[in-house]
T-cell receptor, first 113, second 114 residues
Framework: DADVTQTPRNRITKTGKRIMLECSQT?????MYWYRQDPGLGLRLIYY???????NKGEISDGYSVSRQAQAKFSLSLESAIPNQTALYFC????????????FGEGSRLTVL | AQSVTQLGSHVSVSEGALVLLRCNYS??????LFWYVQYPNQGLQLLLK??????LVKGINGFEAEFKKSETSFHLTKPSAHMSDAAEYFC????????????FGQGTELSVKP
């Protein structure tokens, strides 16, 4: 089983619908992140969390919200989806060590029609 | 502010040829640098990372990268390309704020021709 699991892997929805993407991890890491990947733009940070009570906005948080339900779970919500939120979304975790890498899930592909 | 620039959104090489993917960074403090690979329909997998211990860093699958402070570069190389190397490659620098996030380059798609 993957250390960082994202559900759903693929989702097609309509404009205005509420969508939740879920992430769970078994790595025991405190830090969790949500990124968005768009062609030609690389990955951009949406939100990050140090622990259950510490959630912070990233560079592109408008239109998104998150919930850290437990150390191992971090969900991303789109309250009212719009077409330009069509993208590949990644959850990641890290230990917080300064030279440590991020560990990524396999991604959730969201299409908003 | 820290940033990463990858030169070339698409690189095509023949099987057995040298792979060179370019990455330049901007950072006012000593950087921690990373290369990730993304195979189709998969997440990002760490290839290698520079953490100031050695300027030449060896990674998985025969890849290596050299940190050159004078050139602010961290180019990724592999002496002989294999068909299985076809993927998208991302260079990233660790941020000193925003939770230690990684700041990614735009990505380079590597194609390998038979």
């Amino acid at each position: 089983d993957a250390d960082v699991t994202q559900t759903p892997r693929n989702r097609i929805t309509k404009t205005g619908k509420r969508i939740m993407l879920e992430c769970s991890q078994t790595k025991g890491h405190d830090r969790m992140y949500w990124y968005r990947q768009d062609p030609g733009l690389g990955l951009r940070l949406i939100y990050y969390s140090f622990d259950v009570k510490d959630i912070n906005k990233g560079e592109i948080s408008d239109g998104y919200s998150v919930s850290r339900q437990a150390q191992a779970k971090f969900s991303l919500s789109l309250e009212s989806a719009i077409p330009n939120q069509t993208a590949l979304y990644f959850c990641a975790t890290s230990t917080g060590v300064s030279n440590g890498e991020l560990f990524f899930g396999e991604g959730s592909r969201l299409t908003v029609l | 502010a820290q940033s990463v620039t990858q030169l070339g959104s698409h690189v095509s090489v023949s099987e057995g040829a040298l792979v060179l993917l370019r990455c330049n960074y901007s950072s006012s403090v000593p950087p921690y640098l990373f290369w990730y690979v993304q195979y189709p329909n998969q997440g990002l997998q760490l290839l290698l990372k520079y953490t100031s211990a050695a300027t030449l860093v060896k990674g998985i699958n025969g890849f290596e990268a050299e940190f050159k402070k004078s050139e602010t570069s961290f180019h990724l190389t592999k002496p002989s390309a294999h068909m299985s190397d076809a993927a998208e490659y991302f260079c990233a620098v660790r941020s000193y704020n925003q939770g230690g996030k990684l700041i990614f380059g735009q990505g380079t798609e590597l194609s390998v021709k038979p």
